[in-house]
T-cell receptor, first 116, second 113 residues
Framework: SQQGEEDPQALSIQEGENATMNCSYKTSINNLQWYRQNSGRGLVHLILIRSNEREKHSGRLRVTLDTSKKSSSLLITASRAADTASYFCATGPIGAGGTSYGKLTFGQGTILTVHP | NAGVTQTPKFQVLKTGQSMTLQCAQD?????MYWYRQDPGMGLRLIYYSASEGTTDKGEVPNGYNVSRLNKREFSLRLESAAPSQTSVYFC????????????FGPGTRLLVL
C-alpha cells in the first residue's frame, strides 16, 4: 500500500509563480525525500530531509517536515516551464536496528504544469 | 559514468512468455532495487538487494524473480508474463550509509498482450 498521499494530484501555474505540493504519510520515518520525474523518464532526486530536521533549502526548493502531523511540503519558487514534471515524495522507514536497507515508499505524485 | 542503465527500453510480450530485464550500475553501490510504475501511480517496490548475494521481497513480488549477479548487476525475471504485469519498470541503486538517495535508471516499458 502507498505510504504517502500527495496533494494536489495536479497543479497548473504560470511561469514565475510559486508551486506548493504536500505529502502526508502514515508511519514513523527516518527521512523523507522528494523526486522529480519528467515525462517518460526515470526519477531524479531533488532533496532529502531527515526526521530531526524541520526545513531544508536547495536552490529554488524549500522543503518542510512536520513529524507531529506526518506531513511535508515542497515549495518551488519562481517556477519555470522546465519545472513541468511529476513530483513524488518518498519516505524512508525506521528499520529494526537501522536495517531498513534504504527501502522507500512512494506517494502517487503531483503533476505540475508550468505555462510559459 | 553511465549511472544506472537498463535494457531493453521497450518490450512486447505475449501472455505466458518469459523475459529478463537487465540493470547495471557503475557507482559501486551496495543496494539495488526494482520498482514498477503503473499509470497515475507512484513506484511500488518489487524486490531489492541490500548487498551482493542477498535479495528480499518488496511490496509486490508475486510473479517475479530476481538475481543479484554481482555488485554491478541486478536482473528481474518474469517467468510467465501476464497482462497485469504491463507496466514501466525502474531499477535503482543506493550507496552506503543510512538515508542516502536512490539513483534511477531510465526505465523499461513492458506491454503484455
Amino acid at each position: 500500500s502507498q505510504q504517502g498521499e500527495e496533494d494536489p494530484q495536479a497543479l497548473s501555474i504560470q511561469e514565475g509563480e510559486n508551486a506548493t505540493m504536500n505529502c502526508s504519510y502514515k508511519t514513523s520515518i527516518n527521512n523523507l525525500q522528494w523526486y522529480r520525474q519528467n515525462s517518460g523518464r526515470g526519477l531524479v532526486h531533488l532533496i532529502l530531509i531527515r526526521s530531526n530536521e524541520r526545513e531544508k533549502h536547495s536552490g529554488r526548493l524549500r522543503v518542510t517536515l512536520d513529524t507531529s502531523k506526518k506531513s511535508s511540503s515542497l515549495l518551488i519558487t519562481a517556477s519555470r516551464a522546465a519545472d513541468t514534471a511529476s513530483y513524488f515524495c518518498a519516505t524512508g522507514p525506521i528499520g529494526a536496528g537501522g536495517t531498513s536497507y534504504g527501502k522507500l515508499t512512494f506517494g502517487q505524485g503531483t503533476i505540475l504544469t508550468v505555462h510559459p | 559514468n553511465a549511472g544506472v542503465t537498463q535494457t531493453p527500453k521497450f518490450q512486447v510480450l505475449k501472455t505466458g512468455q518469459s523475459m529478463t530485464l537487465q540493470c547495471a550500475q557503475d557507482m559501486n553501490h551496495n543496494s539495488m532495487y526494482w520498482y514498477r510504475q503503473d499509470p497515475g501511480m507512484g513506484l511500488r517496490l518489487i524486490y531489492y538487494s541490500a548487498s551482493e548475494g542477498t535479495t528480499d521481497k518488496g511490496e509486490v513480488p508475486n510473479g517475479y524473480n530476481v538475481s543479484r549477479l554481482n555488485k554491478r548487476e541486478f536482473s528481474l525475471r518474469l517467468e510467465s508474463a501476464a497482462p497485469s504485469q504491463t507496466s514501466v519498470y525502474f531499477c535503482a541503486s543506493r550507496g552506503t550509509g543510512r538515508g542516502e538517495t536512490q539513483y534511477f535508471g531510465p526505465g523499461t516499458r513492458l506491454l503484455v498482450l
